[in-house]
């Protein structure tokens, strides 16, 4: 269960704790007692329903994409929240918007992955070694609302927030559909760190260092000799 709070709520919380502002910013478990009731009547029901009836349902393609689609609301409506309100509270100041937005975004991913890394049970490489999609979508959804409707002042806040839920549930619904992760935000990383000549992280978490020179494996002395008799 303490896992599945830190990725319900772990990126508000921490862009909560980050912005220091209860009234704007308010951490949602503590802010209504109703929200934390909801969540553990649908975490009970997903996880220890009698016979398995509301998890077997929820996996039907229409629940899934439906359970989809309000994530990606709600998720969008944080960022967009979180960008606003910091350049509310640090205006002129680039990082804030783009940093906290972009952990209101997936800081759920990256609490989750701690505890489980705590406990033994990551079954791959963390969010912070490796960063995925949802870091990547999280940072493309914070970057395009700064521009569009502070930076730019292109958009306003209702046609940003608008702009960029449209881009997640429409990715989220042809993922279901086509049953493929469609991530289109691979293509931009690995062009980004090829422009910055820095090398992209691997599966492990590590970072893909190129083989030096110095590491190649030399000729052998039996090698050398066969080669200059061929020579001769």
């Not at 220091?20 to 308010?26: E, F, H, N, Y």
């Not at 802010?31 to 009970?44: A, E, P, Q, R």
């Not at 509270?89 to 701690?114: N, R, Y």
């Not at 927030?161 to 293509?187: E, I, K, M």
Request: net charge positive.
């Amino acid at each position: 269960m303490q896992i599945g709070v830190c990725a319900a709520f772990g990126g508000g919380i921490v862009s909560s704790l980050l912005l220091q502002d209860p009234v704007q910013a308010p951490i949602a478990l503590f802010s209504s007692n109703y929200l934390g009731i909801v969540w553990s009547v649908c975490w009970w029901l997903i996880n220890y329903c009698p016979g398995d009836v509301v998890a077997s349902t929820h996996a039907l393609l229409p629940f899934k994409m439906l359970t989809k689609v309000c994530l990606n609301i709600l998720r969008a409506g944080q960022i967009a929240s979180r960008v606003n309100i910091s350049v509310q509270k640090f205006p002129g100041v680039i990082a804030a918007p783009l940093l906290i937005g972009t952990i209101a975004g997936c800081g759920g991913k990256l609490l989750q992955d701690g505890m489980q890394l705590a406990c033994g049970t990551l079954p791959g490489p963390s969010e912070v070694s490796s960063p995925g999609f949802a870091s990547r979508t999280a940072f493309a959804g914070a970057l395009v609302y700064y521009l569009s409707v502070h930076a730019l002042e292109a958009l306003k806040p209702a046609e940003g927030l608008a702009l960029v839920t449209t881009v997640f549930v429409v990715h989220g619904l042809c993922s279901d559909l086509l049953r493929q992760p469609l991530d289109w935000t691979q293509p931009l990383a690995v062009l980004a760190h090829k422009v910055a000549n820095v090398p992209m992280p691997s599966a492990q978490g590590g970072v893909k260092k190129p083989q030096s020179k110095a590491a190649l494996p030399a000729k052998s002395s039996t090698h050398s000799s066969t080669d200059k008799k061929k020579d001769k």
